[in-house]
């Protein structure tokens, strides 16, 4: 037997649900399944990064160079439509000096790749673009611009990051070098079934 308060409830789903299904098929609205499928398609230009890659990060600050073991894990989610990265910095004792968190996606509307980083407290959505043999990527930081170039070729990722200010030349505050030593069913794997 319903209740009034039951009834309103269903109504209330009903109207909800109904409003949802009206929306989407809107016209002038994307189809879902176009646009899963360009970011598919645009996202698969990145597989070169996919696997557990492992080897060192030099940092270089006014106290001199740090190295760190550095390590990226690297996988498609959503089915390929975006790219989940990882990367972590070890101190030689194993202690964890730095972890940073991204997601590579591609906008069909734009025609452009972004990457939504996290990494010491900071966060915010950056332009990337793939080049011939890897990726660039770059963060406004006031006057000055933090530059970050990736090369990955025959099983070696090679990236550095620039700092660049007008009218100077660009210092170098990292430098990574990783070798690919596995494959990774990460972050796909472990989803939550029925």
């Known amino acids: 037997m319903f209740t009034t308060q039951?009834?309103?409830?269903?109504?209330?789903?009903?109207l909800v649900a109904g409003l949802a299904t009206t929306a989407l098929a809107q016209p002038g609205r994307p189809d879902p399944a176009k646009l899963l499928a360009a970011q598919r398609e645009a996202m698969a230009k990145f597989s070169f990064m996919d696997g557990i890659w492992k080897g060192?990060?030099?940092?270089?600050?006014?106290?001199?160079a740090h190295e760190l073991v550095q390590t990226?894990?690297?996988?498609?989610?959503?089915?390929?439509?975006?790219?989940?990265v990882e990367g972590r910095g070890y101190e030689a004792d194993g202690t964890l000096a730095f972890n940073a968190f991204g997601v590579i996606s591609y906008d069909p509307a734009k025609s452009a790749y972004t990457m939504r980083s996290h990494a010491q407290g900071n966060t915010g959505d950056f332009p990337v673009t793939l080049t011939a043999?890897?990726?660039?990527?770059?963060?406004?930081?006031g006057p000055m611009t933090i530059r970050y170039q990736a090369v990955v070729k025959d099983g070696i990722w090679t990236e550095t990051g620039d700092r660049v200010m007008p009218g100077k030349d660009p210092v170098r505050f990292i430098e990574m070098r990783l070798t690919r030593v596995g494959t990774t069913d990460w972050p796909a794997a472990g989803a939550v079934t029925p």
């Open 6 to 14: 039951s009834l309103r409830t269903l109504l209330t789903a009903a």
């Open 56 to 64: 060192s990060a030099t940092m270089t600050g006014p106290g001199g």
């Open 72 to 84: 990226e894990r690297v996988g498609p989610f959503l089915d390929g439509a975006v790219r989940v």
């Open 133 to 141: 043999d890897g990726f660039s990527w770059e963060i406004p930081a």
